[in-house]
């Protein structure tokens, strides 16, 4: 039953977020996240932190939903934290025997994890408030300038759609073809790491088959209709940039021009 | 009947896999066929026997290797024409899943206008006319996935639809369907061609499908074999299951009797005809 | 092999606001040599209801036995043991889904028919035999020639492939065939030839076997009984010919009539004085032929 598999967590909504284009949110999300690696005072965060509360708060998004995409870092978090605190060198805070902790290597931890936690909030906002399509819409959109030098804008977001839509096909496809073969005695589950890895090929190879059978169909349908590439063509759903949109890119641009200073602003 | 009526016009069409190679395959010989507007049009024939060749030559996905394809009097080997006879001639393919591009029943439909890059306000209006024709207006915002075999189809006439086609094939459109989805389909078409007079040619090896069509043509190993009204064609039932066809079943029951010494006129193709012979209504 | 499912009920994504009860309360006997089809709409449990057959599906609730073995007695405890248990299962209960030649991987015929076989850890020498067995057995070693075994499964016709799958699955040397939609999609040469093939295989290895299809005719020629199911429940259950008559119960859930006791119904409800439970056209033409005579003779009544 893979009828109802939502891709990349989103979850629709109308917030204020929810309602933003897709191409302001992509760059806003840009923005921050190069500013957020120019931060190097307590300042500088607390202003990105706060910028990151209000999106949070405006996307109106379960916060559990959040906190449940942080939970697979928090290994990675934790232990960031702490080889900065025990190896950052500076005066002592406390020692644990031959591990010394250090206020500089305090700092810096806490700034690290901030940075991280900061990174996936934001990359986190993004899918759950912006529709796969309305993602591949807003990328190829901002890639589009790019067309110029070679870049194939158009292309790569025709691939993006074809793949979400085929995402929940090729599912229901692989279920039946691993169905099929323990039906054959296939065992998928014993053995170590090679012999699992060889075990796969039975399930592998007919879905490589029938995909490149499906994508040579769907080219024919494609041509059938017309299709010709990127080359002047008109969109069904527009994206369209309203009020909301500006006053959002401006509130970014504000943020980052404020932990720029802070960074380089003379004292 | 005048040469306004003509939509399509296949002259000594002949068509080869890997020609010249060892390994070259005949699927077409000498087809000639001339299709007007309108029309209902049957064809059947057992695998490999050329008719999904056949279809795609009718709109230039196919081309010669000898004889001409003429749509609206543009040949398909003219590629400044093409687009416009993808346009007359639109095209619904076997497998459902494998026509749908986007993840919007309704981002599908508009996907050959936005090909034609036509402006926004016109696709809106077309892709509801055509959502409407198949009875998909409800499903517009859904997934494609969740849709049963028989509606995704649908979507995929629609689709075609949106181009304002002149003339729409199905090939083998109903074959990985099940009986609804199937009914619903021809229920469609049928539709389609007595009400808003779509030429309609149908790929299909079901009997019972073409028995519907005003005009049935047979293939057999890439030659037309039979070419008719569906009464005159199901007459030959040896010819037919020679070549590995069958014959709608109350043709089959027809034929029985037949032998037995009750004669079935060939009108009679369908259970309901034979019932209405066998006993019939008082007037 | 006979299976009988106990109060199978199986529900999909339960304890999710997305429940789907696809199965409710399925209480089924299939006895060993016996032909069944499973009939009923698009969603009324029918493939859901043939994995368990096999222990691919794990009841919701309810029982599953297999030749008088329960096949979810055992636990996770044993886990194991368990995988090892079902796995003879599969062996004995073979399934082919609709379309099979999706399962198609290796690089000749031989290798994809001996996947089973091999799964199964026999030698060398028995996997041969079995798999020309196989091959045989599905009608298609002698018509298509020497050194089919050689070639590459895709690049063979659709409807040889799906011989070639279901070949795959025979070499296993199940006890019970269960198909679903064998015929689907296929033209009327490889249909009549996939059914006689099938028909023939029965009786050659007393196969029990289960058939899940929408075509009507194709059941008429391979089962004797005939189960209908309608939103994971049993509505009929009895021999072809009776529950195929049931042409009203039928159209109420969507389902095709055949066409023989359509035209043999339509008939009936125009007084005609004809059976309406035969499903040959031979019969029908017999049957209606005979109620003629009888018509001209002055004798045939009007009910």
């Avoid at chain 2, 003509?6 to 010249?20: C, N, P």
């Avoid at chain 3, 096999?54 to 043991?81: M, S």
Wanted: aromatic share 6%; with cysteine.
């Amino acid at each position: 039953m893979f009828a109802d598999i939502t891709i990349g967590q989103y979850l629709s909504g109308n917030s204020v977020v929810h309602r933003l284009d897709p191409r302001t949110k992509i760059t806003i999300v840009g923005i921050y996240m190069v500013v957020l690696f120019t931060a190097v005072s307590a300042p500088a965060y607390g202003v990105l932190v706060a910028f990151a509360l209000l999106a949070v708060a405006l996307a109106q998004v379960p916060v559990r939903m959040l906190a449940r995409g942080l939970r697979p870092v928090l290994f990675l978090l934790l232990l960031t934290f702490f080889l900065q605190l025990f190896l950052t060198k500076g005066r002592v805070l406390f020692a644990l025997g031959p591990l010394v902790a250090t206020w500089e290597g305090l700092r810096l931890g806490v700034f690290m994890i901030l940075r991280l936690l900061l990174l996936l909030v934001m990359a986190s906002l993004l899918t759950l408030t912006t529709s796969p399509v309305a993602l591949t819409d807003g990328l190829e959109a901002i890639l589009k300038p790019f067309r110029v030098v070679g870049l194939p804008a158009h292309e790569l977001a025709m691939m993006m759609t074809i793949a979400l839509r085929f995402i929940p096909t090729l599912m229901e496809e692989a279920d039946k073809v691993m169905k099929a073969q323990m039906a054959r005695g296939a065992d998928f589950q014993s053995g170590g790491l090679l012999r699992r890895a060889r075990s796969l090929i039975p399930l592998l190879v007919p879905l490589f088959v029938s995909a490149f059978r499906r994508a040579d169909e769907l080219a024919t349908a494609m041509e059938a209709r017309c299709y010709r590439g990127g080359y002047q063509r008109t969109r069904y759903s527009p994206l369209r940039a309203g009020p909301l949109d500006w006053a959002a890119a401006a509130l970014t641009v504000v943020t980052a021009l404020s932990v720029l200073a802070l960074r380089w602003w003379p004292r | 009947m005048g040469d306004r009526d003509v939509l399509i016009v296949v002259k000594g069409l002949g068509y080869r896999y890997a020609a010249g190679t060892p390994d070259e395959v005949v699927a077409l010989e000498g087809v000639d066929l001339v299709i007007r507007r309108g029309e209902f049009l049957a064809v059947i024939g057992p695998n490999g026997s050329g008719k999904s060749t056949l279809a795609r030559h009718l709109n230039g996905l196919l081309l010669p290797t000898e004889g001409s394809v003429t749509v609206e009097g543009l040949d398909t080997r003219d590629p400044a024409h093409l687009w416009t006879i993808r346009q007359t001639v639109g095209m619904v393919f076997q497998n459902p899943d494998n026509q749908i591009v986007a993840t919007v029943v309704e981002e599908d439909v508009a996907f050959g206008l936005e090909n034609l890059a036509v402006p926004t306000a016109e696709m809106r209006r077309r892709v509801e006319e055509a959502l409407a024709l198949v009875g998909m207006t409800g499903w517009r915002r859904h997934a494609p996935h969740l849709l049963s075999g028989g509606q995704k189809q649908r979507v995929a006439i629609a689709g075609a639809l949106a181009l304002r086609p002149r003339c729409l094939v199905l090939d083998e459109a109903t074959a990985m369907l099940d009986p609804r989805g199937r009914a619903e389909v021809l229920a469609t078409v049928r539709r389609l061609n007595r009400a808003e007079g779509l030429t309609v040619v149908l790929i299909t090896h079901f009997m019972e499908e073409a028995v519907e069509a005003d005009r049935v043509l047979v293939m057999d190993k890439g030659r037309v074999v039979l070419d008719g009204r569906p009464a005159e064609v199901f007459r030959h039932a040896g010819l037919l299951r020679d070549i590995g066809l069958d014959v709608p079943p109350a043709v089959e029951v027809a034929r029985l009797l037949e032998v037995r010494g009750h004669p079935v006129p060939p009108e009679v193709l369908t259970v309901q005809e034979l019932v209405e012979h066998l006993c019939p209504s008082r007037p | 092999m006979p299976i009988e499912t106990v109060e199978l009920t199986h529900v999909y994504m339960t304890g999710t606001p997305r429940a789907v009860t696809a199965l409710d309360r399925v209480t089924l006997a299939i006895g060993d040599g016996e032909a069944v089809g499973i009939v009923g709409p698009t969603g009324s449990g029918k493939s859901t209801l043939v994995q368990h057959f096999n222990g691919l599906l794990r009841p919701t609730q309810g029982r599953v036995l297999v030749d008088g073995v329960d096949l979810w007695a055992r636990d996770a405890k044993e886990r194991r043991a368990h995988q090892a248990f079902l796995r003879e299962v599969r062996r004995k209960v073979g399934l082919i889904f609709q379309f099979p030649e999706q399962q198609l991987f290796e690089e000749t015929v031989f290798d994809d028919v001996a996947f089973g076989p091999r799964n199964l850890g026999l030698g060398e020498a028995e996997v041969a035999q079995r798999v020309r067995e196989a091959l045989r057995a599905v009608g298609l070693e002698e018509a298509d020639g020497p050194g089919l075994e050689r070639r590459s499964p895709f690049s063979l016709s659709g409807g040889q492939m799906r011989r070639v799958a279901i070949a795959g699955v025979l070499a296993m040397r199940p006890q019970t065939l269960i198909l679903d939609e064998p015929t689907a999609g296929l033209d009327p040469r490889g249909r009549l030839g996939l059914i006689e093939a099938l028909v023939r295989l029965r009786r050659e290895r007393g196969l029990t076997l289960v058939v899940v299809s929408h075509n009507m005719e194709d059941l008429v020629r391979l089962v004797d009984r005939v189960v209908v199911l309608e939103r994971g429940r049993v509505v009929l259950d009895g021999p072809t010919r009776e529950v195929f008559a049931q042409g009203r119960v039928l159209r109420s859930l969507g389902l095709d009539v055949p066409p023989v006791v359509a035209l043999l119904e339509g008939l009936a409800a125009r007084g005609a004085d004809v059976r309406t439970d035969l499903l040959r056209p031979e019969e029908a033409a017999d049957e209606i032929a005979s109620w003629l005579r009888r018509r001209e003779e002055g004798i045939a009544g009007v009910r």
